[in-house]
């Protein structure tokens, strides 16, 4: 089930440096916990306080609503076009109809109920939803990391958001500049605590490299994208996917425990999170830069799921 790529040592490098670090993809399309152990995530699950990617990946999901609503993050299905995308949510479809990387199942903060229990095919049930919907309202979705893994923490490669269309333009909320706009801010912010030892306070935001924008050209005459575009072009705010990119070899001192995605009263979808085990960085950021500044490039091995 997992694959392992092996990475090329620098010959020059042999003696000082370690063997590249595993990278963990975590993308929700398989859970790991709970009946059965392995099994794909369905559309419409319940994730947050589940346990569903502890037991592979050492993380928990958690929840904080901005409504009084007693629903959870569920999974969402973005494998879809038009009508066949839930709870009247094209928004979030992804793939080649769009011109985005297909997503498959993402995480929403689910909009109404009732909560229900889903068949799972093998036989037994989960708790779930049968109309996954996102809520407009926003709320926190939680990451931690467990301590008896991570021990020193985790460094942040990347995040994925499905469907970002709204924008803000106060920067007081600690929403995340949208580049090549000045002044105009993604509605999202997180809020990190840090591993014993940071040099940075709990709650200050990591710092992030990138933000890059997924989405290819779509033809003339393509009408999947919530805009419209009829005319051809990019699906940027209904059906966009970014990628948001942390430098996670320039972390030192600043590993995570835990991590709040905070959607600032939009609704959106959450498509993965990948990371690295502090303790699989053995060299100081200085040196890891220098390496990567002389052209020694490092590949990365991964771990990640079968589609």
Known sequence: MQRIVLTAFVLAFATAAEAAPIRYELDFDTAFGGTPNERPTLPGEAVSGQGLFEDEFGVQVGLIRNDNA??????????????????????????????????????????????????????????????????????????????????????????????????????????????????SFFPIAFTAVYAPGANVPNGTNPVVSEINLLNVNVPAGNTNCGGGTGGGGLCTGDNSVYEIVFDPLAQGNRFIESLDVQYLDVSGGFGGIYFFDAQEIPLPAAAWLLLGGIGALFGLKRIRRAA
């Open 70 to 183: 007693n629903l959870p993050v569920v999974i969402f299905d973005t494998d879809c076009v038009g009508n066949g995308c839930s709870g009247g949510d094209p928004d979030l479809g992804t793939g080649p109809a769009y011109g985005s990387p297909r997503q498959d199942n993402i995480l929403i903060i689910q909009e109404n109920g009732p909560l229900t229990n889903l068949p799972l095919p093998g036989g037994g049930t989960v708790p779930g939803v049968n109309t996954p919907d996102d809520d407009g309202d926003g709320g926190d979705i939680e990451f931690t990391w467990l301590n008896s893994r991570y021990s020193q923490g985790v460094a942040l490669d990347r995040l994925f958001f499905v469907d970002l269309e709204e924008t803000t333009n106060n920067p007081g909320n600690g929403s995340i500049e949208i580049p090549g706009s000045p002044g």
